[in-house]
């Protein structure tokens, strides 16, 4: 699978996450042509959190062999934009996907019917560069 577009790819993840009523930590894996191999749920939270860990994060990557991914996570409040801890957590995983060379392509959020992607927001595109 490969996706063409945000609006496919955010189609695909909500389908993905359709009925979850806890918050839930995705990483969407893909390949050196873009190439989607992998979609892991790593953890599953309550309703206004998710743990996220870079340890699993890393040790997805590692797994799929991946050369580029995706973090997911819902906000089941129905508000698609992005915590503090929700940009924190952006910031570390980055980091230490970096000294693996991987890399980060973006972040969504999702909510009932919407999603905010991380990469594409004026406010948080810094953290993809």
Do not use: W
């Not at 699993?56 to 819902?74: G, P, Q, S, W, Y």
């Amino acid at each position: 699978v490969k996706f063409n577009n945000m609006d496919e790819l955010c189609g695909f993840l909500m389908k993905k996450y359709f009925g979850f009523t806890k918050e839930v930590f995705s990483l969407i894996s893909f390949d050196s042509r873009g190439k989607l191999i992998g979609f892991d749920i790593l953890n599953s939270g309550d309703i206004t959190s998710v743990a996220i860990s870079t340890r699993n994060v890393i040790e997805t990557v590692l797994k799929r062999n991946a050369v580029c991914v995706i973090l997911a996570h819902n906000h089941p409040d129905g508000n698609a934009l992005p915590s503090t801890d929700d940009i924190t957590s952006t910031e570390r995983i980055n980091s230490a996907l970096k000294t693996i060379n991987v890399r980060l392509m973006d972040h969504i959020i999702l909510a009932t019917d919407d999603y905010v992607s991380l990469a594409q927001s004026d406010y948080y595109r810094y953290l993809f560069t």
